[in-house]
Structure formats: C-alpha cells, structure tokens
C-alpha cells in the first residue's frame, strides 16, 4: 500500500483518548509508545514483507533488523519478538524456512531480545517478519514531532537498497555490491541509538518503505518545520548511479514522488539519477536523527529550517 492510500484508510481512524498512548498513529511515527510509569513506557511495532533476496539466512536477519529498527528510531531497546510468517511449504526444503527464521532469531539476540513465538499461516507468496516489544523512557524517546530549527540532520546508513535489490533480479549488479546492501540492511541501528541520545536527540525516524525524502516529510509535517538535505552529501551504496541511469527503479519510488507533490522541491543542480535515489524505498535503512551537535558514525547530510512543510534538496 502507498502513503496516499495509506493515508486515506488512517483517516477514518477514530483518534485514542487515553492519555498514556504517547505516541499513536496520528503523526505517522515508527512505533506506537503506551506509558506504563513515569520512567517506562512500551514500544510496540510490527513489519514484515516479501524476500528482498535470495540467502533465506539473509532475508531473515534484514526482516529482524528492519523490524527491531522501529524501536530504535523511538529511542527504545527491543526485549521480545513474534515472528510472523507466510510460507508454502511445498515451495522449498523445509530447511529453507528454518534458515529464514534462525537468521531473525541471531538477529533478534544480537539485539538483546529474546524470540517468544510467533503465527504462521500457508501463503504461496512468502512473506516474514517480526511484531516487536520495546521499552523506553517516556522522558528520552525519540518522536517524529520534535524537530526544531538549526536541528542538523544525520543519517546512519547509505541509500539505494531498493534499487539494487531491484537490479539483482535482473543480474545487473556484482556480488560485492549486492553483498554491500545486504550488509547495510543487516545491521541494527543499535549504535545509532546510542548514538542519537549521546547527541541528547529528541527526534528520529528511520528510512524504510517511503523513502529518504517520504519519512522526512513525516518529520517535517509533524514538527511544522522545512527539512534541507543536501544532494551532495548523500551516503549512497556503490553502483547505485549505474543501475538508477540502467532503469533499474522501483514503482514504490515512483508512488512516493506522487504522493510528496509540491511538498518535494529539488534544487536544478541536483541530478536525476539522485532524485529517484532520494524517493527509493528503502528495505531496514538507516537512522535519520535530529540533534543540535555531532551524531557518532553517522553522516551529516541536511538541517531543519523555518517554511511550510516540506523537503528541499539542493
């Protein structure tokens, strides 16, 4: 589903009026927060999606490390997870499956999380991935409302997942450099939490489904606040301006250009390859963190400023 059809079915959504949701789905944030006490709160999200490569070991380490990332972009620590999982068991060895889930299972204790169970249904397009509980300190959480101006803008992992993940289907990319997306989309965003409240952060999101510039645009209209990113600056993951100038794009990426409209400005200079990078959707991409000063291992690569909500690349 896009943004704007997803859009449409959230507003006939009746808001909740209990005051220990934190954070709900109004604002288009990662993960839902629900206070427990003054200094816990649980963070609550789920995600899962079709194989985005072949090594099942991989796919299940990118759909846990794509799943765990919600909790981090609130600023939480995952405890526990539920696998959700979609297969045909006549497809493939019953082994194939098992390497998918062992695969999310080290993720998920890499993270520190503990894997409790999960729901499998018969599916013939495959589909994995986790519902994940957090906790967080309602006082130190991260949410998509709290950007401000001079707010420097860092990201924590290259872009460009989907679009190379597109052109392997094809063969069109080298081993290294699908191996280098695998690589990305596997790691946590652990030490990029950490990072992110080392910068005494308040605001946080990770770039998944809508893009780069799409989850900004959440930020931005939540935090009534104007995003610059520069183009030049960009962290992109190798090969990618070859396969974007071969075709190798994504109809996701087309859906979220239409559906930022004007709300997506991009300066001439920038070039076309890079404004289709920018709206690619990503698959378990990095942390885009809000911060007054320096985030470790991260990239600075844009800043809040005053305007109507929106994004600029120049």
Not at 82 to 90: D, E, G, K, L, S
Not at 253 to 280: H, K, M, Q, T
């Amino acid at each position: 589903m896009g943004p704007a059809q997803l859009s449409e079915v959230l507003r006939k959504l009746p808001k909740t009026a209990n005051p220990n949701l934190l954070v709900g789905f109004e604002t288009s944030d990662d993960a839902g927060v629900f206070r427990l006490s003054e200094t816990e709160a649980l963070v609550q999200t789920m995600d899962f999606f079709t194989p985005v490569v072949d090594d099942p070991y991989a796919y299940g380490q990118i759909a846990a490390a794509n799943a765990l990332s919600d909790v981090y972009a609130m600023g939480g620590r995952p405890l526990t997870v539920m696998n959700i999982a979609c297969f045909n068991p006549a497809m493939a060895p019953a082994e194939v499956w098992a390497n998918v889930l062992l695969g999310a299972h080290d993720k998920t204790t890499e993270a520190g999380a503990v894997v409790v169970g999960g729901h499998s249904v018969e599916d013939a397009q495959p589909k994995f991935g986790l519902s994940v509980t957090g906790i967080v300190d309602p006082n130190r959480m991260f949410a998509n409302d709290r950007a401000e101006v001079g707010d420097r803008l860092w990201l924590s992992k290259p872009l460009g997942t989907g679009i190379v993940t597109t052109a392997a289907k094809f063969d069109a990319g080298s081993a290294e450099e699908l191996q280098a997306a695998i690589g990305a989309m596997a790691t946590l965003n652990k030490n990029a939490c950490e990072a992110a409240h080392a910068a005494e952060s308040r605001c946080a999101t990770d770039i998944t489904g809508f893009g780069l510039a799409g989850h900004l645009f959440n930020v931005a209209r939540a935090s009534k606040v104007r995003i610059e990113i520069d183009s030049t600056s960009l962290p992109l993951l190798p090969g990618v301006e070859r396969m974007v100038n071969e075709g190798h794009t994504t109809g996701g990426g087309e859906r979220n250009r239409e559906f930022l409209g004007d709300a997506l400005r991009f300066a001439d200079s920038v070039p076309g390859w890079l404004r289709l990078v920018i709206v690619d959707p990503q698959t378990s991409g990095g942390l885009a963190v809000f911060a007054k000063g320096e985030v470790a291992e991260s990239v600075e690569i844009g800043r809040v400023v005053e305007g109507t909500s929106g994004i600029d690349v120049v």
